[in-house]
């Protein structure tokens, strides 16, 4: 079981940056991939970002290339996404999420929701032009 608790959202205006946090609890943090993703009003969750549990792979949706990082730090428990260069369309509630992928065609995938069993409330980001 693994428990998750986002942090570091609020209000900044465009150009700005953020770095949201995400802290678990559970033995087992470490063999999990995390993954991030938001979800604007009227619109469907969609993928940000993810990192193994090792650390060593990591993957962002094409449009945010450039100006999101994530990392972990398995010692703390916790993952982190810089945001950097904030757009307003960036504006959503951020949600981390800790599973173990999805398995098709013969490989793992860590950015569909489906591969992702434990789910933080979400902090919210709001990017003011």
């Known amino acids: 079981q693994v428990q998750l608790v986002e942090s570091g959202g609020g209000l900044v205006q465009a150009g700005d940056s953020l770095r949201l946090s995400c802290v678990a609890t559970?033995?087992?943090?470490?063999?999990?991939?995390v993954g991030w993703f938001r979800q604007a009003p009227g619109k469907e969750r969609e993928f940000v970002s993810s990192?193994?549990?090792?650390?060593?792979?990591?993957w962002y949706a094409d449009s945010l290339k450039g100006r999101f990082t994530i990392s972990r730090d398995n010692a703390k428990g916790t993952v982190y996404l810089q945001m950097n260069s904030l757009r307003p369309e960036d504006t959503a509630v951020y949600y981390c999420?800790?599973?173990?992928?999805?398995?098709?065609?013969?490989?793992?995938?860590?950015?569909?929701?489906?591969?992702?069993?434990?789910w933080g409330q979400g902090t919210q980001v709001t990017v003011s032009s």
């Open positions: 999420a800790a599973g173990r992928g999805t398995f098709h065609s013969g490989s793992y995938y860590y950015t569909e929701i489906p591969g992702y069993d434990y």
């Open positions: 559970g033995r087992t943090f470490s063999s999990y991939a």
């Open positions: 990192i193994t549990g090792s650390g060593g792979n990591t």
